[in-house]
C-alpha cells in the first residue's frame, strides 16, 4: 500500500483511531511506521526508537519503512538493541548532572557542587515545613478525634448521629491535607475499628454511589472489586453492593467499630443527597455506628440553613476551626523564608508578590511552598554562583574557575563595592579586587562568614523588635522592610520607627518590655530558629544591662509608692498640660510643664538609657547592600510568574498575530502586527478574525484570505492548496476554542473570544 | 476609513452638538409636571409606519409635524423625558426591524420594497446610534454642559436628523474601533443588530473532500516557507529538556501550552526521558504515553494501560497507586497529549489524573491546546498537579490523528460531516477487517432483510428493521463465525464504532440490533458482500 491509500484509509477511521490498536486490524496495515500507529492508540508503553529515527521522522506524512504492522513495535525494540546506544559514560553525565553554565564552560565539579548544595539545602526546608504544617492543624485534630470518642455513647441515648462541622474556610485544597491526616490519625487510634470514608462531591453523584463508595470503603477498600451484582456477605449471603448490610455483617465479623463518614466539601454536595444519607445513617444508627463530618469552606449557619430541618434535628453537632490560612503562611515563612535554616534568601520583591498572590487568589499554603521550592531550584540550578554558597572550606579554590571570577567582577555588588572603597580611599583593595584573582578569591571565601554575621544580626534584630510588641505591622512586612530598607530605629516615620513608642510607656511597662527583650535574648526566637544571642561577651554585657536598668526603675518604683507620687518620664503625655483657668471672668490658657520629681527625671534618664542600649542591638543594612549578596539572595519575578502564573491567552495571541516573536523568519519580519501573506495561514485567520464582528461570514472570511495569498497576490497559490491551508487554519481556530458553529445564518461562524 | 468613536473625549465634544437633548438638568424634573409632549411620539411613529406608507410620506409628514410645533416645543424646552422619548423610538425600531427581517426572509424585493427597507433601516440603526450617545452624554454633560446651549427644536427636525445619520452611517465602518478593551470590544460587538455581514455563501466554492485535502496537504508541508524556523523553534525547546526533566524530577509536574501541536516536542522528550533518566526517576522507570485527543479514549483503557505497564495486578486507581507505594522502585512517567481535548473535560478524568500525578513516583508532563485550559481544574485538583508551567509554541501543524480538519471545518460550517454512509462506506469498512467480520455483516444484513421481508408489510416504511440479538450470535456460532459470546461482541463493537449498526432494546428489555440503512441500499451491500 503506498502512502497515499494508507492517508485515505487513515482519514476514513479517523473517527475512530481506536480501532487501530485493535488487534485484528493491524494486519492489514502494512507499512505504519511506529509513530503514525501509536499516534492513533489511547495509550502506550514508550520504548525508545534509535535516536536517528526520533529526530528525523518528524512529520505526519514522512514514513519510515520499516516492519510489518502489527510486529512493528517489536522490531523497533530488537532494532533499538542492536543499534548502538550513546556511551554509557556520556549517558550518565546528562541524566545526573545538572548542564554545565558559562556556556558549557562550567566544571562538573562546580555543577554537581550546586547540585549537591540543592540537595543539601531544600530537604531541610521541606521537612521544617511539613512539621509547620502538621503542628498547624493538630489542634484540630485533637478536638475532633476527642468529639468523636467521647461524645459519641452520650449522644446516642438520644440516637443522634454525632457531627463534626470543620470549618476550613474557603480553600479546598487545604481540607485535602487535613482529612487525609485526620483518617491516618482515627485508623491509628482506632486500631482497625474505625473505618474512615471521605466523600468529595465530584465523585458522589447519587445516594446510590455515596453507599456503595461508603460500603467499599467501608469494608476495607478493593476487595471484591470484580463483583458487579453483588458481593460476598458474611453468612454467605450475597448483597448488593450499595446495601450496608453487607458493611454491617463485615463490621459485626470484626468485632464491631465505627464508621466514620467525612464531607469534605459539604458546599458542593447536592443538599437532598446529604439529607438522605444522614437520614439512612440515623435509622442504621442502632447496627452500625456512624459518625459524620462536614468540612464547610463558610459557616455553619449557612450549611444548617440550606439542610433540612428534619435532617438536622438527627445531627448531633460541634463545630471546630481550622487554623486560618494567614496564619499558617506566616509561620511558615518565619520557619522557611526568615529562618536561620533557609540557605536562600528570597528577597523583598518576590516574596511580597507570593504573600500578595496568596491573599489575592485563594491559593493555598502549597502554592506558596511550592513557588518557595521553585525559587531554589532556579537559582541553585540557573545561577553558577550559586556554588559559591558552600562554606569557605568546602569551596576548594580548584572550583573556582576563571569564569566565576569574572562573573563576580560583573555583579552589582561588586561594582558599589569597588565604587565605595575607592570613595572612601581605598585605592589598594579596589585595585586588588579588579586585578588579582587569589585576593578576590579570599574575598570570596569570607563572605559566607560575613553572610552568617549579617544573618545573626538581622535575625536578633527582628525577634527585638517582635519583642516589643510595639510594631503595627505584620512580621513578614517587617521583614520586607528590613531586607529592602535595613532596620534603623531612627527612621521616622518608618516600619520601625518604635522610639516613641518605648518612650511613652510607663515604669510597668518598661519592666514587662526589659523582660521580653531579656528572654529574647538569651533564648532567642524559637520559630525562627535563632537561638539568642548566645553566650559571647556582647551576650553577657546586654543582660547587665538591661538587669541594671530593671533594678533601677524597680527601685524608683518602690521610691514613688512610698511618696504615693506616680512616677512618670517626661516623655509620658500627662508630663505637659495645658491648663485653663478663669481669672476675673477671663479664661488663661496656660502651658504648664508638670514638675518632675527627681524620681522621674531618674526614670526618664533610665527610658533613654534602654532605648540608646536597645538601639545597638537593633540595626542591619538592607540586603543588598552587601558584598556578594546575589550569590544567596534571589529575588527574580519572572521566573516565577511565567511558570506559576501564565498568560495562556496572551501566549496565544502573540504566537498568532505576531508569529515572527517565536520564529524569527526573515519573511514575516516587517509585518509587525499587520497582515502579510507569508504568516502562517492561522495566524492570518486570526488577524482577520480580531477585526471581525461577533458573527463571522467564512465565504467572506475565505475571500479576504484568498486574496492575500491567492493568485493575484504576491504568494500565488492556487485556489486549492490555498483553501487546505484555510480549512487547517480554521479548523485550528476551532480546536482553540476560538469559533464555534453558527446557525443564524448559512456558513457563518460565531466569535468566542474577545481577549 | 477612521473608526467611528475612538475615544470618550471625541464623543464627548460631538455629543452637545448633534444631540442637544437633555443638557441642563434642572430643566428636567419641571418637565414631568407638565404635559409630555406629543410631537417625538408622532415622528417615531409615523417613522415606524413607513413600511405601509408610501416612500416620500414620512419625510413629509415629519416636516410637517414639526413645522407646526415649534413654539410649543420651544416651551417646553424642546426636551422630552428621555424615557419617553426613548420608548418611542423604541418602538420605531422594533417595528422597523421587524420590517427589516420580514425583508431578509421573503427574500424578494421590489423597488418599493427596497426603499422602504432602506427608511427602516435608516430609523434601526438611527437610534441605535441615539442609544450609544445616550451612554456618554452624562460625560458630555458634565465636561461641556456649558458650551452648547439648550436645544433648538429644528434640532429634532428629522430632516437634519436624517442628514446626520446618513454621514453616520457613511462612517460606520465594517472594522470596529481597533483600541477598545477586550470587554468594550465584546458589548460592541454583540450590540444586537450590528451584526451586518454578507450574504455570500461558499456555495460556489467546491468544499474540499478528504482525499483532496490529504493529498494537497502532503506537497504543502513540505513547501512551507517556515519549516527551517519551525525546526529551529523546536530545538531552543529541546535545550530545555534537561531543565524540564529537573523539574519532574523535583515532584512538580509539567504543563506545555501554546500555539502548535506539541505532539513530536513530547515524543521527544519521552526519547529523552528514556535516554537520560534523571536520578530521582528510578532505574525502572516506565514512559506511558497517552493521546487525549483519540475521541474514543476511556477511563478503563487508561488505567489499563497504566496498570499493564507497571504490571500491577489491579486495574483501579487505588489498586494502582498502592501497588506503586509497595514497589518504591518503580516509577511512572505519563506524558499526556492535549490534557485540554473535549474528551477528558467530561467526567472523572482531571481528578484521575491529578490523583496519579499527586502520587510521588508518578510524573506527569501534559501539553494542552487551547488557551482555556486553567478553567478544568479546581484549586484542589490544581494542588495535587503542581504544575509548572511552559510556554511551548511550536507552529507545527497538528496531525491528522490530533485534527481532524476537513470534518471539522465542515461541522463548523453546518454542512454534513464525513460518515461512514450508504454502500461504498460499509465496504470502505469491511474491507480493513478480518474475514469474519465481513461473514458477521453479511449475516446481519440478511436477516434484517429477511425480516423486513416477513413482516415488512405491517410496518411502517420509516421504521428501521431490527432482529434480536441473541438470534443473530446462536446463528453466528452456528456458522462458525464466532465461538463465544465474548468474539461476537468484540465484532458488534467494531461495527458499532463505525456506525454501522444500532442497537436499543425494546419494551420486555430484548436487545434488538438494526442497521441505518435503507432497503436498497442493504441489498446493494448484500450484493456486494456475496459477490
Not at chain 1, 209 to 214: A, E, F, H, N, P
Not at chain 1, 628 to 645: C, G, R, S, T
Not at chain 1, 705 to 714: C, I, K, M, T
Request: net charge negative; glycine share 8%.
Amino acid at each position: 500500500m503506498n502512502t497515499f491509500t494508507r492517508q485515505r484509509v487513515l482519514s476514513t477511521l479517523l473517527s475512530n483511531p481506536r480501532s487501530f490498536c485493535l488487534e485484528i486490524k493491524m494486519a492489514e496495515f502494512d507499512d505504519t511506521s511506529l509513530f503514525q500507529e501509536d499516534d492513533h492508540r489511547v495509550a502506550y508503553m514508550f520504548t525508545a526508537p534509535p535516536i536517528t529515527t526520533a529526530a528525523t521522522n518528524t512529520s505526519p506524512t514522512t514514513t519510515t519503512k520499516s516492519a510489518p504492522g502489527r510486529p512493528a513495535k517489536r522490531r523497533r525494540v530488537s532494532e533499538k538493541d542492536t543499534a548502538a546506544p550513546l556511551p554509557a559514560q556520556e549517558k550518565d553525565d546528562e541524566g545526573r548532572q545538572w548542564p554545565r553554565l558559562f556556556n558549557g564552560l562550567e566544571s562538573p565539579s562546580a555543577a554537581d557542587l550546586r547540585k549537591k548544595t540543592y540537595e543539601s539545602a531544600w530537604p531541610v526546608l521541606e521537612s521544617e515545613i511539613e512539621s509547620v504544617l502538621r503542628d498547624a492543624n493538630r489542634q484540630t485534630l485533637e478536638e475532633v478525634v476527642e468529639f468523636l470518642n467521647s461524645d459519641v455513647h452520650e449522644c446516642e441515648g438520644r440516637g443522634r448521629v454525632p457531627a463534626g462541622f470543620i470549618i476550613t474556610g474557603p480553600n479546598i485544597a487545604g481540607q485535602d491535607l487535613l482529612f487525609s491526616q485526620l483518617g491516618d490519625v482515627l485508623a491509628e487510634l482506632g486500631e482497625g475499628r474505625v473505618r474512615f470514608v471521605r466523600l468529595r462531591a465530584g465523585e458522589v453523584g447519587n445516594l446510590k454511589g455515596g453507599l456503595k463508595r461508603i460500603v467499599r470503603e467501608g469494608m476495607g477498600g478493593q476487595e471484591g472489586g470484580g463483583g458487579e451484582d453483588g458481593r460476598m456477605g458474611g453468612g454467605g449471603r450475597r448483597y448488593l453492593d450499595y446495601d450496608l448490610e453487607a458493611l454491617r455483617m463485615e463490621m459485626e465479623g470484626r468485632g464491631g467499630g465505627r464508621v466514620v463518614v467525612a464531607f469534605q466539601d459539604s458546599e458542593a454536595f447536592d443538599t437532598g443527597l446529604v439529607g438522605e444519607l444522614v437520614g439512612l445513617f440515623h435509622s442504621w444508627q442502632d447496627r452500625i455506628q456512624f459518625s459524620v463530618l462536614f468540612g464547610i469552606a463558610t459557616s455553619v449557619e449557612l450549611f444548617q440553613a440550606r439542610l433540612l430541618k428534619a435532617t438536622a434535628r438527627q445531627l448531633y453537632g460541634a463545630q471546630f476551626d481550622v487554623v486560618q490560612a494567614n496564619a499558617v503562611l506566616e509561620s511558615v515563612i518565619m520557619a522557611a523564608v526568615v529562618g536561620t535554616k533557609a540557605q536562600l534568601r528570597i528577597g523583598p520583591g518576590l516574596l511580597r508578590k507570593l504573600v500578595r498572590r496568596q491573599q489575592e487568589q485563594v491559593a493555598g499554603v502549597g502554592a506558596f511552598v511550592s513557588s518557595l521550592k521553585y525559587a531554589y531550584m532556579n537559582h541553585f540550578y540557573a545561577n553558577p554562583l550559586s556554588a559559591l554558597l558552600v562554606d569557605g572550606q568546602k569551596l576548594g579554590k580548584e572550583i573556582l574557575q576563571p569564569e566565576h571570577l569574572e562573573a563576580v567582577r560583573m555583579l552589582e555588588s561588586f561594582k558599589s563595592h569597588v565604587e565605595q572603597s575607592v570613595e572612601d580611599g581605598r585605592l589598594d583593595h579596589a585595585r586588588l579586587l579588579l586585578e588579582n584573582d587569589d585576593y578576590l578569591k579570599g574575598r570570596i571565601n569570607r563572605q559566607a562568614a560575613k553572610r552568617q554575621q549579617y544573618l545573626g544580626k538581622l535575625l536578633q534584630s527582628l525577634a527585638l523588635v517582635i519583642a516589643t510588641e510595639h510594631s503595627k505591622r505584620s512580621f513578614v512586612e517587617l521583614y520586607e522592610a528590613a531586607l529592602e530598607e535595613g532596620i534603623s530605629l531612627d527612621q521616622s516615620p518608618g516600619p520601625f520607627d518604635l522610639g516613641d513608642a518605648i518612650k511613652r510607656s510607663t515604669p510597668e511597662e518598661l519592666i514587662g518590655l526589659i523582660k521580653r527583650v531579656m528572654t529574647v535574648v538569651v533564648d532567642g526566637n524559637p520559630s525562627l530558629h535563632w537561638n539568642g544571642m548566645g553566650i559571647g561577651q556582647d551576650a553577657e554585657a546586654a543582660i547587665d544591662k538591661f538587669e541594671a536598668l530593671r533594678a533601677d526603675v524597680e527601685r524608683l518604683i518602690e521610691t514613688s509608692k512610698k511618696k504615693k507620687t506616680s512616677l512618670k518620664s517626661k516623655y509620658s503625655s500627662q508630663s505637659r498640660v495645658l491648663r485653663t483657668t478663669v481669672v476675673a471672668q477671663k479664661v488663661q490658657l496656660s502651658r504648664d510643664t508638670a514638675t518632675l520629681t527627681e524620681e522621674d527625671n531618674a526614670f526618664t534618664a533610665a527610658i533613654d538609657d534602654f532605648f540608646a542600649f536597645f538601639k545597638t542591638l537593633v540595626g542591619c543594612e538592607p540586603l543588598s547592600n552587601l558584598f556578594l549578596n546575589e550569590v544567596w539572595q534571589y529575588d527574580y519575578h519572572l521566573p516565577y510568574e511565567d511558570v506559576f502564573v501564565p498568560r495562556p491567552g496572551a501566549t496565544f495571541a502573540r504566537a498568532l498575530s505576531r508569529p515572527h516573536d517565536y520564529l524569527g523568519c526573515a519573511c514575516c519580519d516587517k509585518a509587525n502586527c499587520s497582515m502579510v501573506g507569508t504568516l502562517p495561514a492561522t495566524s492570518i485567520l486570526y488577524h482577520l478574525y480580531s477585526e471581525a464582528g461577533a458573527s463571522i461570514n467564512v465565504a467572506d472570511l475565505w475571500a479576504a484570505y484568498y486574496a492575500l495569498v491567492g493568485e493575484d497576490s504576491e504568494i500565488g497559490m492556487d485556489e486549492r492548496s490555498a483553501l487546505v491551508l484555510f480549512y487547517r487554519g480554521l479548523a485550528e481556530m476551532r480546536a482553540m476554542g476560538f469559533v464555534k458553529q453558527s446557525k443564524k445564518k448559512a456558513d457563518h461562524i460565531a466569535k468566542l473570544k474577545w481577549l | 476609513m477612521p473608526p467611528k468613536k475612538t475615544t470618550n473625549q471625541k464623543a464627548a465634544a460631538r455629543v452637545p452638538r448633534k444631540r442637544p437633548a437633555t443638557t441642563d438638568p434642572y430643566e428636567i424634573p419641571e418637565e414631568d409636571e407638565i404635559e409630555p409632549p406629543k410631537r417625538r411620539r408622532h415622528a417615531a411613529t409615523v417613522a415606524a409606519d413607513t413600511d405601509d406608507a408610501t416612500v416620500s410620506t414620512p419625510s413629509a409628514s415629519r416636516l410637517k409635524k414639526t413645522v407646526a410645533t415649534p413654539i410649543k416645543l420651544n416651551g417646553l424646552n424642546g426636551i422630552d423625558t428621555p424615557s419617553r422619548k426613548n420608548n418611542a423610538d423604541r418602538s420605531a425600531r422594533r417595528k422597523s426591524a421587524r420590517a427589516l427581517v420580514d425583508r431578509v426572509i421573503s427574500g424578494a424585493i421590489s423597488d418599493d420594497e427596497a426603499e422602504e427597507g432602506d427608511i427602516a433601516r435608516e430609523i434601526y440603526e438611527s437610534s441605535e446610534d441615539e442609544e450609544d450617545e445616550e451612554d456618554e452624554e452624562g460625560e458630555g454633560e458634565n465636561l461641556n454642559g456649558e458650551t452648547e446651549p439648550t436645544t433648538t427644536p429644528s434640532k429634532f427636525a428629522p430632516g437634519r436628523k436624517r442628514k446626520t445619520t446618513t454621514t453616520r452611517t457613511r462612517k460606520r465602518s465594517p472594522t470596529p474601533p481597533r483600541d477598545l478593551p477586550p470587554h468594550e470590544q465584546y458589548f460592541f460587538q454583540n450590540k444586537p443588530g450590528l451584526s451586518k455581514t454578507s450574504n455570500n455563501t461558499l456555495s460556489s466554492l467546491q468544499l474540499l473532500t478528504h482525499d483532496e485535502y490529504f493529498s494537497l496537504s502532503r506537497d504543502l508541508s513540505s513547501a512551507n516557507p517556515h519549516r527551517t524556523d519551525i525546526t529551529h523553534l523546536a530545538s531552543l525547546h529541546v535545550s530545555s529538556f534537561p531543565q524540564w526533566a529537573f523539574e519532574l524530577s523535583q515532584s512538580f509536574s509539567l504543563c506545555l501550552y501554546g500555539y502548535g501541536s506539541k505532539r513530536q516536542i513530547l515524543h521527544k522528550f519521552a526519547t529523552y526521558l528514556s535516554s537520560h533518566p534523571p536520578c530521582s526517576l528510578g532505574q525502572a522507570n516506565k514512559i506511558v504515553i497517552i493521546n487525549g485527543y483519540t475521541p474514543s479514549i476511556t477511563i478503563r483503557e487508561l488505567l489499563c494501560s497504566l496498570a499493564s505497564a507497571v504490571s500491577s495486578p489491579t486495574t483501579t486507581l487505588p489498586g494502582i497507586l498502592s501497588y506503586l507505594t509497595t514497589h518504591p522502585k518503580i516509577t511512572l512517567t505519563i506524558l499526556l497529549n492535549s490534557v485540554s481535548s473535549p474528551y477528558l473535560r467530561k467526567g472523572p478524568f482531571q481528578s484521575i489524573i491529578s490523583t496519579l500525578a499527586s502520587h510521588a513516583q508518578v510524573y506527569l508532563c501534559c501539553t494542552t491546546d487551547s488557551p482555556d485550559f486553567a478553567l478544568l481544574w479546581d484549586s484542589a485538583v490544581g494542588t495535587n498537579f503542581q504544575f509548572l508551567y511552559h510556554d511551548c509554541t511550536t507552529f507545527c501543524s497538528y496531525s491528522p490523528s490530533e485534527l481532524e480538519v476537513v470534518d471539522s471545518v465542515h461541522e463548523l460550517l453546518g454542512r454534513k460531516t464525513r460518515r461512514v454512509g450508504g454502500k461504498e462506506g460499509v465496504a470502505f469498512v469491511l474491507r480493513s477487517l478480518p474475514e469474519n467480520a465481513k461473514s458477521l455483516f453479511r449475516l446481519l444484513v440478511g436477516e434484517v432483510l429477511c425480516a423486513d421481508e416477513g413482516d415488512g408489510q405491517g410496518q411502517g416504511q420509516g421504521e428501521e428493521m431490527s432482529v434480536e440479538y441473541r438470534m443473530v450470535y446462536n446463528k453466528a456460532v452456528e456458522e462458525f463465525i464466532c465461538s463465544s459470546e465474548m468474539a461476537f461482541r468484540t465484532l458488534l463493537k467494531e461495527f458499532h464504532d463505525h456506525q454501522i449498526i444500532t442497537s436499543h432494546k425494546d419494551a420486555l428489555g430484548t436487545e434488538l440490533l438494526s442497521l441505518p440503512f435503507g432497503k436498497e441500499e442493504l441489498e446493494g451491500i448484500l450484493e456486494e458482500l456475496t459477490t
